[in-house]
């Protein structure tokens, strides 16, 4: 390249540019011009599809590129093994069953394993003890934060309770479904992840106060409200069918 003369690069340069004006590439016609393909090599033929914008190269990017999540290997560590389709379907749960951005997060973060509990503070220095914030007897992990601790599992009990004297609908509440949501009934999935995340909203708000009370009345009210909220929005929003289909039977017996 340094060797190459400056007027046979001009000029070889001034030919190609006034080729491709021949040619007039543009992207309603580039189908028309296949047959010039030595002009425009396969490497650069995605920079004519669009005027504007990186999105089609970002596409072919990314294309094949398939990251497993760096929480998954340590979830299946502890026991928890799911194939990479339940995998797929547990971390779009949140976004599909709740709008609540708050509520999408904390899921966020139980799944991806960084929920500030008090073992992982700890470890960091932040906190004096590992204890659990409620029982103060055994390490508050994500396991032990959200259901294994025996206040928080009275707490899950009473809500199931509650849930089939108010809604007469019986639904179980084991570890595995508390931490990664319920995604096979299709019919339930959007009120059993509305309630799983609530509860275990208010169960994290309630650590950080200065005197943490699990309570399932304030609990309760709390739930009513999304459920509310949820009517609200959808038929603010004109969309009667997903409210009939999800949310009517639970709001009538309110």
Known sequence: ITDTHFLEYASLRTAIMDRLHTVNISTPELQKFKEYGPIIPNSILLLYKNCKGCKPMYNVLIEKKVDICT????????????SQTDWNKIFELPFKSIKESKLQWLQF??????????????????????????????????DHLFFKCSLVNDLWCSIEKWILSMFEIHISFDIQS???????????????????????????????KSHPFLSIHVVRNIIV?????????????????EYENYWQYFCEKL
Request: glycine share 2%.
């Open 71 to 82: 929480s998954i290997p340590k979830w299946r560590d502890k026991g928890y093994i799911f």
């Open 109 to 142: 973060q139980i799944l991806h394993r960084i929920i500030p509990t008090n073992d992982y503070l700890y470890k960091l220095k932040k906190v004096n003890s590992p204890l659990c914030t409620f029982c103060k007897t055994e390490i508050e992990n994500t």
């Open 178 to 208: 508390v931490l990664f949501g319920k995604y096979k009934n299709r019919n339930l999935f959007r009120f059993n992840n509305l309630v799983i995340l609530t509860v275990k909203q208010y169960i994290f708000s309630c650590k950080y």
């Open 225 to 241: 409200e999304r459920l509310l909220s949820e009517k609200y929005l959808l038929l603010k929003n004109c969309k009667y069918s």
